[in-house]
């Protein structure tokens, strides 16, 4: 099994790792105390795949079925790999890949506007029925908001709408832009509780109709309008503009024109909220498989590269909050809901996408728990006095605001 065998011997400092080749002999790899899982390779070409290439191949070979888990699930594996990946990062050949990534992420992240509806496609234009399996009746595709950590998901999704709300300083009659407004949640609640007049824009064919058609029902088709629209073709002035998970999709090579819009869309003394994954130590390429498989052309950015972007526009940053387990909690019930019904998600689609995933919620729990990512919440203006002095105001906001009100879905 060389040269797999030769890595993992040097790389599994924590935790044990059985490996059962093709021919059904096991090999051990082993460190400090930690978690045990067992994996079956059922393709000798895996052994020098997750050799060179091993952030492609792991989930690859998951979703073909040529790597399976014996003993555990695939989350139980994919931790024991969170757990040794400090030390894999210094093998020589890691070390050279990130190098060539660094080379070649810009390329990956080219998303001038015609491309990028069509990468929102691959991913945000799969079936209303697969979200329904794990997202819940609102449809939040972003991190919730978990003060306590014992929050059930739904309390955690309208506790984040309501701690994004108290950011923005609504009052009635402001105009709002909702940018990457997704299935219509968050403008809904937003014009439902101030009586203001928003405008969510998206790329996604699918998600456009579940908002206008939600927007229907609610009685809200006066207040709350959708729009398949590019947040580079928007116009008009709005007193609030909000992006929540959207960001990622931008990529660095348009971070300046994305908050050249947000100026030239935001009133002098208006506020907007960016909310985004974010990683913490340096710039980086995402995961290929990611890239590749689930997000076409996505970035998980560093603070540095976005407010180097938000300098250059001549905005104010008036607040920045970095919440850092709330993504993993909210990961965890996705995923957790996903494997519940994932009979479910095989009737739409098929078994290996199952898989695929599968993959996709354990390897982005890990993640959050395990590595560097994490989400961050800026607050912008064109205007140091637009907002109060200090944060205060957020939680009187938010306690203002009154436990019968919690935000309408």
Known sequence: MQPL??????????????VIDCAGECHVFSGQEGPCVTIHLHDRSLYWRLFFTPKMTVGEAYMDGTLTIEDASIYDFLVL???????????PLRVFYGDLNS?????????????????????????EKLYDLFLGTDKQYSCGYFPSGTESLEQAQELKKRHIAAKLLLKPGVKILDIGSGWGGLALDLA????????????SQEQL?????????????????????????????????????MFEHVGIPHYPVFFESIHRLLANDGVALLHSIGTMFGPKQTSPWIRKYI????????????VKAVEKAELWITDIEILRFHYAETLRAWRQRFQAKRHEAERLYDEKFCRMWEFYLAVSEMAFREKDLMVFQMQ???SRTAVPLTRDYITQWEHGYGEDAILMG
């Open 209 to 245: 109709h579940v908002a206008r058609r939600r927007a229907r029902e609610s009685g809200l088709s006066d207040r709350a309008h959708f729009d398949l629209r590019d947040y580079r073709h928007q116009t008009g002035c709005f007193d609030r503009i909000v992006s929540v998970g």
């Open 103 to 127: 080379v070649t992420r810009w390329i990956s992240q080219f998303n001038p506007a015609h491309k990028s509806q069509q990468k929102i496609a691959s991913h945000y234009d799969l079936s």
């Open 5 to 18: 065998s030769f890595l993992l011997e040097r790389l599994i400092t924590r935790g044990t790792l059985r």
């Open 380 to 382: 912008i203006s064109k």
């Open 81 to 91: 790999c969170g757990h040794n990946i400090a030390q894999a990062m210094q093998h």
């Open 192 to 203: 439902g509780i101030s009586g203001t007049d928003v405008t969510g824009i998206t790329l």
């Open 295 to 306: 997000f076409p052309g996505g970035h998980f950015p560093v603070l540095s590269e976005v």
